[in-house]
């Protein structure tokens, strides 16, 4: 296949934005494929610019059409002029009704492409999604299509074949458009493979999307440099020694929402083959209140392997022996670009353990991009070699200003997204940008809550179940030099120097050293970057400093008594 047919995201992308473009001309894509010349040959249409540009568009519509029917459970019909504005509308309505990702994507790819012009964007609020969702949405159904698109180019590929070499016998070279279920799209899947090779399968849609998270956001905002940051480490076949990628931070501050983000943009990229998303989250705060799992996780090496397994559709594998079942992983994970991603890391009890059992799994890729791993957690992994931290910080004043209006303009908070910027400028010198508190100040207010009122339950650490959410668990891990440190922190309004720590905490010299690697690996303290301990000063954030003084402070006096 040369490169003018190559199909790929960005292919079919350029395909159905150019869809009956005939002045594209030879920058029209998909056009010389085995597919659209064999409908040539059936219909009996001349073999000019004008009919491969025809026989491509018919094509795309009767995949995202035959698609869409059998995910709303619908018998085939024949496929439809293209839609008014009310049937076009009522369609995504009902699709939207399922909550499968793949059905929102072929809506969103004939809402788009096939509905009348002027359509898709106006009203998408109407029914709950918003321009970045459905923009998602949309990035997935190109995905999707090409994944369909090579099992149909493979089909014909090979019916051109055997016609080539037995032309007496009777061969119809007719595409078939898989729209009966997974079962059959996985086997046109591996006909693909085995028709394009191995460099190309790589194109086909990614295998254990549909365990991704949902994201808990529509827009991420702010993040472009971290983005732009880790997708060139991910993206990047060097660095072999760092196949693991950690975002690390202070919970709530978005570590999560970041990597969903990557991931989504890897996988819309077609960078990895397959994906693999485990979270070994115990608790979530919804509303101001802390929710427990039903079920808390326990992540442990074993448990990853068989997700794995699981989320691949690794079947052969079910059943071995541990020591087999890990060389047979190592094999497949360096013989294909996949990305694992661990969220939530550090309620993981053997989390090092785990990260460096996770890294023998990895290993230089025998060509291309290698396999990588992505972890979320609160503690930070400075001290493991082979692993890339990045500290994730608030979001910057300007970034959350718009995070609030945002956030606001979502869920119908019309006046707190009018709100003047003085007032969002006190939020976020309150918040130093973290998400999850900013979050808390929206659904506080359509509560009934003033900004300004909500602004003092967190200056006075009245939001108990915001603090014990963010620090609780980390306090407890603290030895009693560590925790006698960050209490001293917590006794100056600003940055400290090492002395000035040492005389309020009276802690040793191997006492203060081991308590700051401590909390500055559970994001507790910020440790400035000065080579010299003469000029290095520790901070906390806002937040932290005043649970530190609040609650914490309380309880900590208590236990000394």
Request: charged share 25%; aromatic share 6%; glycine share 6%.
């Amino acid at each position: 296949m040369d490169a003018s047919t190559e199909i790929s995201y960005t292919s079919v992308k350029a395909a159905l934005d150019s869809l009956g473009d005939v002045r594209a001309g030879t920058k029209c894509t998909l056009i010389d494929l085995a597919t659209v010349t064999s409908r040539l040959e059936e219909e009996r249409y001349d073999d000019t610019l004008e009919g491969r540009i025809l026989i491509r568009d018919q094509l795309l519509m009767e995949i995202v059409w035959l698609h869409l029917m059998q995910h709303l459970g619908t018998p085939a019909r024949s496929l439809p002029d293209v839609a008014s504005p009310s049937d076009a509308e009522a369609l995504l309505q009902i699709a939207l009704r399922h909550e499968n990702d793949e059905t929102h994507a072929w809506a969103a790819l004939y809402y788009k492409y096939f509905a009348r012009r002027g359509q898709a964007l106006q009203k998408m609020s109407r029914h709950g999604m918003s321009y970045a969702t459905f923009n998602r949405r949309v990035n997935l159904g190109y995905a999707l299509l090409s994944r369909e698109l090579l099992a149909i180019e493979a089909t014909a590929r090979r019916h051109e074949s055997a016609q080539t070499e037995h032309s007496t016998a009777d061969v119809t070279a007719a595409p078939r458009v898989s729209h009966t279920g997974h079962s059959t799209r996985n086997v046109f899947i591996v006909d693909a493979a085995s028709m394009l090779g191995d460099d190309d399968t790589s194109r086909i849609a990614v295998i254990g999307r549909e365990f991704v998270a949902h994201p808990r956001y529509s827009t991420l905002i702010g993040r472009s440099d971290a983005l732009d940051n880790l997708l060139s480490r991910l993206h990047s076949p060097a660095a072999p020694h760092q196949l693991i990628i950690a975002i690390t931070g202070l919970g709530g501050i978005g570590k999560t929402a970041l990597a969903h983000e990557l991931v989504e943009i890897s996988l819309d990229r077609q960078q990895f083959r397959g994906v693999v998303w485990t979270s070994a989250k115990s608790e979530e705060l919804e509303g101001g209140r802390v929710v427990t799992m039903a079920r808390p996780p326990h992540l442990t090496f074993a448990a990853l392997q068989n997700l794995i397994v699981t989320q691949l559709g690794l079947d052969h594998l079910r059943g071995l022996a541990p020591d087999q079942l890990e060389r047979e992983l190592r094999r497949t994970l360096r013989k294909s670009a996949y990305l694992i991603v661990v969220d939530n890391l550090e309620t993981v009890d053997t989390s090092h353990e785990l990260a460096r059992n996770l890294h023998g799994l990895l290993g230089p890729a025998q060509r291309g991009i290698a396999t990588r791993a992505l972890l979320t957690s609160r503690e930070r992994l400075l001290d493991v070699p082979y692993v890339f931290d990045y500290c994730l910080s608030g979001l910057d004043a300007d970034a959350s200003e718009a995070f609030i209006r945002s956030e606001a303009a979502e869920r119908g908070a019309e006046a707190l997204q009018q709100a003047p910027q003085a007032l969002l400028h006190r939020i976020y010198d309150t918040t130093r940008g973290m998400p999850l508190a900013m979050k808390l100040i929206v659904s506080q207010f359509l509560a009934g809550i003033p900004v300004d009122t909500e602004i003092e339950r967190l200056r006075n650490t009245t939001e108990e179940d915001l603090y014990r959410f963010l620090y609780l668990e980390l306090w407890h891990k603290l030895n009693l030099s560590a925790q006698h440190v960050l209490v001293a922190a917590g006794t100056f309004s600003s940055a400290a120097s090492r002395s000035m720590l040492q005389t309020v905490s009276r802690t040793s010299d191997a006492e203060f050293e081991t308590a700051i690697t401590s909390l500055v690996r559970m994001s507790l303290i910020d440790a400035s970057a000065h080579l010299e301990a003469i000029h290095r000063r520790y901070d906390l954030h806002p937040l932290t400093r005043w649970f530190v003084n609040g609650p914490l402070r309380s309880q900590w006096e208590r236990e000394r008594e």
